[in-house]
């Protein structure tokens, strides 16, 4: 414990700081596979992220607050509460911090997963027009959200390595956040072409970067962080006209997921279930299945939507 109150400790330790270390005690001490570790290291990327300060400065509150901006499943925030926790508990063996600030978090209770998509047209136009305006990165990462419904987290630890854009053969290869293994996703033109179209640029732009640069970096050269891009989705849904007031303050009407939910309902309108399974990254098949039941029970309705069409070059980005 000396080490960190004593002249050893001559840096702020941060989650970011102790990641690998952490890691590789993990892996010494208990033989965890490849795979649980790369799960780790994504959960506490993502955390370190949003929570930068000093381990000691670290709160049960700073941790609650963080896993409430997120808006994600149970099982997603039930996962990153184990992992904070055994980093913690981590820390706390090697005298980092006095006290583990994640005993004091529940986990959530399981809910029925229930698609959402956003169904309003009007709405949905406005805010593919909000996006199209937006700065980079940002607009093509809230457009890869919105065309391809792979998770913030999955688009925001893309490499440059991790984009292929050889002709006919385009693809991402992304670092699954649920499970830490990687799956490989088909970029089609007709599908996602504003996405391909985006990336073809933006790649172009970087062919100079290292495979392991991040594709996505912030003004100060850093990766993108989930609390820098939720600020710039408030942004978005502002420019959509999409706040409401809760409570006293404006609140996006719709979340970053809400944006899966409406890319994995409109890809299931026109692609067998298990492709969408793998672009979604889907463990239970039931989970695609039931984008298959919302669309069906709108079949007698359901259109071709218009922001799946092939855009004009006009329209291009």
């Given at each position: 414990m000396s080490e960190a109150n004593g002249a050893g400790s001559q840096h702020a330790r941060t989650i970011i700081s102790e990641l690998e270390q952490f890691l590789h005690d993990l892996k010494c001490d208990d033989g965890l596979s490849d795979n649980t570790i790369t799960s780790y290291r994504c959960d506490l990327r993502t955390a370190g992220l949003a929570l930068s300060q000093e381990l000691s400065a670290i709160t049960t509150a700073d941790i609650q607050q963080f896993l409430a901006r997120r808006q994600e499943q149970p099982g997603t925030t039930n996962r990153r509460i184990a992992s904070l926790g055994r980093f913690f508990?981590?820390?706390?063996?090697?005298?980092?911090?006095?006290?583990?600030?994640?005993?004091?978090?529940?986990?959530?209770?399981?809910?029925?997963?229930?698609?959402?998509?956003?169904?309003?047209?009007?709405?949905l136009r406005a805010l593919d027009q909000a996006i199209a305006a937006a700065p980079q990165?940002?607009?093509?990462?809230?457009?890869?959200?919105?065309?391809?419904?792979?998770?913030?987290?999955?688009?925001?630890?893309?490499?440059?390595?991790?984009?292929?854009?050889?002709?006919?053969?385009e693809m991402l290869l992304v670092q699954d956040s649920k499970s830490g293994s990687k799956r490989m996703i088909v970029l089609t033109p007709d599908?996602?072409?504003?996405?391909?179209?985006g990336l073809r640029v933006w790649v172009r732009d970087m062919?100079?970067?290292?495979?392991?640069?991040?594709?996505?970096?912030?003004s100060r050269g850093t990766r993108v962080s989930y609390d820098t891009l939720h600020r710039r989705w408030v942004a978005v849904c502002k420019a959509a006209r999409l706040i409401d007031i809760?409570?006293?303050?404006?609140?996006?009407?719709?979340t970053?997921?809400?944006l899966r939910h409406t890319a994995a309902a409109e890809l299931i309108a026109f692609y067998p279930e298990q492709v969408v399974r793998r672009i979604l990254g889907h463990r239970d098949p039931r989970s695609t299945r039931r984008y298959s039941e919302l669309v069906r029970s709108?079949?007698?309705?359901?259109?071709?939507?218009?922001?799946?069409?092939?855009?004009?070059?006009?329209?291009a980005m």
């Amino acid at each position: 414990m000396s080490e960190a109150n004593g002249a050893g400790s001559q840096h702020a330790r941060t989650i970011i700081s102790e990641l690998e270390q952490f890691l590789h005690d993990l892996k010494c001490d208990d033989g965890l596979s490849d795979n649980t570790i790369t799960s780790y290291r994504c959960d506490l990327r993502t955390a370190g992220l949003a929570l930068s300060q000093e381990l000691s400065a670290i709160t049960t509150a700073d941790i609650q607050q963080f896993l409430a901006r997120r808006q994600e499943q149970p099982g997603t925030t039930n996962r990153r509460i184990a992992s904070l926790g055994r980093f913690f508990r981590w820390a706390l063996e090697r005298g980092y911090v006095t006290h583990n600030p994640v005993e004091q978090i529940d986990g959530r209770l399981p809910t029925e997963h229930r698609p959402q998509p956003i169904t309003n047209e009007a709405e949905l136009r406005a805010l593919d027009q909000a996006i199209a305006a937006a700065p980079q990165p940002y607009r093509l990462i809230f457009t890869m959200l919105r065309e391809i419904g792979i998770r913030t987290d999955e688009v925001l630890n893309l490499n440059v390595g991790d984009v292929i854009l050889e002709p006919g053969r385009e693809m991402l290869l992304v670092q699954d956040s649920k499970s830490g293994s990687k799956r490989m996703i088909v970029l089609t033109p007709d599908a996602m072409p504003r996405s391909l179209r985006g990336l073809r640029v933006w790649v172009r732009d970087m062919e100079d970067a290292a495979p392991e640069t991040p594709l996505f970096r912030s003004s100060r050269g850093t990766r993108v962080s989930y609390d820098t891009l939720h600020r710039r989705w408030v942004a978005v849904c502002k420019a959509a006209r999409l706040i409401d007031i809760v409570d006293g303050r404006e609140q996006p009407r719709y979340t970053l997921h809400h944006l899966r939910h409406t890319a994995a309902a409109e890809l299931i309108a026109f692609y067998p279930e298990q492709v969408v399974r793998r672009i979604l990254g889907h463990r239970d098949p039931r989970s695609t299945r039931r984008y298959s039941e919302l669309v069906r029970s709108r079949a007698h309705t359901a259109e071709r939507p218009v922001s799946l069409q092939v855009p004009s070059r006009r329209e291009a980005m």
